[in-house]
């Protein structure tokens, strides 16, 4: 009967890799890879030859999976799915593969590897009781400036994001001011040849970061002590987003603009304002 295994591979380090892991690999009829050069490096490393290798990454990974679990349907295979470092998955593809095979009532078992998110919480000095990952947040825009309205409401002791080198400040820039210059926990190039972490206020590690020269060498990953924002800056206490923006337009302000800045107020998201803006609308034009 097939088996996919889903196999977390070293996020740097490779002796962090177990025998179990290298074992895995090693009897697998085919290995899923986002990266097949990248994987193909690893494994020979491994001494691991003769394997038929997959590309999975975004954009083939629907077409991938039903390919692949369609195959498994049919031959007895044993497929090892794995991301270029880390637990596919998490923040990488993979889902769409554990979906289609376990429809298909293929079993799917994890062969565990290191994660940056765990190794980042272990070594943060925060405490852990319950956190959020959060992955990549949205570069720009209102789905960012949701993500960080979403913090702001508290729902876990500690927020995890990714970041990559190259958005790494202004990631910490919108920290500083989107949430108040929180306690923040800040690892890179974990178990590589940069391995840092940086701990403190938000505005502490961003002028560390700022004079650091290797800042931009390594990917990051951003533990956020939600717990440490002030309770006065946590949302608009006792006040909905329909009467902040009726407050507004009894000024003289139009729609647009009230929308516009109650939407930066701590703790509304703009789909939230947007959808009180047309309720208010329609209750002052006289709609039932």
Not at 9 to 20: D, H, M, V
Not at 21 to 44: C, F, H, P, Q, Y
Not at 52 to 79: F, K, P
Not at 87 to 104: E, F, K, L, N
Request: glycine fraction near 8%; charge should be negative; proline fraction near 5%.
């Amino acid at each position: 009967m097939s088996i996919l295994y889903v196999v977390g591979t070293p996020i740097g380090n490779l002796s962090e890799a177990s025998e179990r892991v290298k074992e895995t690999l090693n009897v697998a009829d085919i290995i899923l890879a986002e990266d097949t050069r990248v994987t193909g490096k690893l494994l020979s490393a491994f001494g691991i030859t003769g394997k038929e290798l997959l590309s999975c990454y975004q954009h083939n990974e629907a077409g991938r999976a039903e390919q692949i679990v369609a195959r498994m349907c049919e031959e007895d295979l044993t497929v090892a799915m794995v991301t270029d470092a880390g637990t596919p998955c998490i923040s990488d593809p993979g889902w769409r593969v554990v979906a289609q095979a376990t429809a298909a009532g293929i079993p799917v078992q994890p062969i565990s590897g290191p994660s940056a998110v765990i190794d980042a919480l272990s070594v943060s000095g925060l405490e852990n009781e319950s956190f959020i990952f959060y992955g990549f947040i949205p570069r720009e825009g209102k789905e960012r400036s949701e993500a960080f309205a979403k913090m702001r409401k508290k729902p876990a002791n500690l927020a995890v994001v990714y970041e990559s080198p190259h958005r790494v400040v202004k990631l910490i820039e919108d920290i500083l001011t989107e949430l108040h210059d929180p306690n923040v926990s800040l690892s890179c190039d974990l178990t590589k040849y940069y391995e840092l972490t940086l701990r403190g206020k938000a505005s502490e590690v961003l002028e560390r970061l700022r004079a650091n020269p290797n800042t931009e060498k390594g990917e990051y990953v951003c533990v956020i002590q939600l717990t440490c924002i002030p309770e006065e800056e946590a949302g608009v206490s006792g006040v909905s987003a329909h009467g902040l923006l009726l407050e507004r337009l009894f000024s003289g302000m139009r729609m647009k603009d009230a929308v516009k800045e109650v939407s930066a107020l701590p703790g509304f998201t703009r789909n939230e304002v947007y959808k009180a803006s047309l309720e208010v609308g329609a209750f002052l034009n006289g709609e039932e």
